[in-house]
């Protein structure tokens, strides 16, 4: 009973890299969620998926690129990486983008950027 | 511009006591929910409170919705040792836009001690 899947747990990169966190879900959800943590604040929304074929910014898109590549996976891309996005991100799924549905998550990426 | 804040933000209390976490929030909004999170791991769905006077109870925990005080209250009954998390509260934003968005408070950690 896998859930929300992220990949990968943790990733150290320099300031200028790129990389693209995965995430998939076998739920069967038609809307998924990128969220950042940072350390004394609650999840910031970066880019979600109402449902497969959009995407829509959130709150802090700036910096990050998402691809719904099909209904189970979305991916996030830091193009070049800075230090002020070093954070966990979280990717989370629900049934419908109503707001009476739950939002499911997955164990998070430990982003470290130096 | 919707801001949703809790209190306490930090909370150390013993066993077998009662206490409540408070969430306030600024603008209209009757859809709010409950998270856990335990340390380094992923938020766990606790409650959904879809409307004005909502009150849902699992365990020692139960939740409360008073959307004209634009309150929800989380309150831990006969407190153990299990329940030490940080717990969050998320409100829905721009409920009649299909871009709705959760707004999530900073959270509020939680320890119980023996």
């Known amino acids: 009973n896998a859930g929300v899947t992220q990949t990968p747990k943790f990733q150290v990169l320099k300031t200028g890299q790129s990389m693209t966190l995965q995430c998939a879900q076998d739920?069967?959800?038609?809307?998924m969620y990128w969220y950042r943590q940072d350390p004394g604040m609650g999840l910031r929304l970066i880019y979600y998926?109402?449902?497969?074929?959009?995407?829509d910014k959130g709150e802090v898109p700036n910096g990050y690129n998402v691809s719904r590549l099909n209904k189970r996976e979305f991916s996030l891309r830091l193009e070049s990486a800075a230090p002020s996005q070093t954070s966990v991100y979280f990717c989370?799924?629900?049934?419908?983008?109503?707001?009476?549905?739950?939002?499911?998550f997955g164990d998070g990426t430990r982003l470290s950027i130096l | 511009e919707l801001k949703v804040e809790q209190n306490p933000l930090f909370l150390s209390m013993q066993e077998g006591k009662n206490y409540t976490i408070y969430c306030n929030y600024s603008?209209?909004?009757?859809?709010l929910y409950w998270y856990r999170q335990d340390p380094g791991k992923s938020l766990e769905s606790l409650f959904v409170?879809?409307?004005n006077g909502a009150v849902k109870q699992e365990g020692r925990l139960m939740a409360s919705l008073d959307t004209k005080a634009r309150l929800s209250t989380l309150h831990i009954t006969a407190a153990v040792h299990d329940l030490s998390a940080t717990y969050f509260c998320?409100?829905?934003?721009?409920?009649?836009?299909?871009?709705?968005?959760?707004?999530w408070g900073a959270g509020t950690k939680l320890i119980i001690k023996p």
């Open positions: 998926s109402a449902s497969e074929g959009t995407t």
């Open positions: 989370a799924s629900s049934e419908a983008p109503g707001p009476g549905q739950p939002q499911h």
């Open positions: 409170l879809l409307s």
């Open positions: 998320a409100v829905v934003a721009n409920l009649r836009d299909s871009n709705y968005q959760l707004i």
């Open positions: 739920m069967n959800h038609n809307s």
């Open positions: 603008t209209t909004s009757d859809r």
